[in-house]
């Protein structure tokens, strides 16, 4: 890519996202986790620049964001969380079935590093990587509002096959 100006570094930002495609956080989050069965998770405000963690503890597996602890079931959970909490996310959907999870945890962290490492290859300035990792992230976390973060509680269908209306 040439090197940008500033009046084009919306240009490049979106010319990254053209890169990425379907590996886009944001699609992946609209397309592969909201069209399933969800419930809402809440952060709260989240310091900026705040350093994430994973940390094990004897009361589970915990994700650390700045000085704030999210407990979490299991370390699925904590990766899938952590990729939002880097991205500054206040409310996400997280997908009910714990199953799918791990594989969705998965995609999530392989988006992230391919945008980062699209940034690295593409750019040589510092400051101007900086600049574009800051509008890809601010634009990732306006789509992910955008979508919402689903039901606060899952919906369960009151029909079950034993019982047949008479």
Known sequence: ?????????????QQITSLLGDS????????????TRTRSYHFGDLPRNARIEIQHTLLGVEL???RRRFLCPDLAMARYLSVFARAGCKDVAIPYDITRVS????ELESAWQRMLLLIE?????????????GLLIAKLRSEIAAAGPGTAMPEFKQSTKQRQPA
């Open 1 to 13: 890519m040439k090197r940008p100006t500033a009046s084009s570094l919306p240009d490049s930002a």
């Open 103 to 106: 594989c969705i945890a998965d």
């Open 64 to 66: 650390k964001i700045g």
């Open 121 to 133: 290859h593409n750019f040589a300035s510092k400051t101007t990587r900086a600049r574009i990792r």
């Open 24 to 35: 886009w956080l944001p699609h992946i989050y609209r397309e592969r986790i909201l069209k």
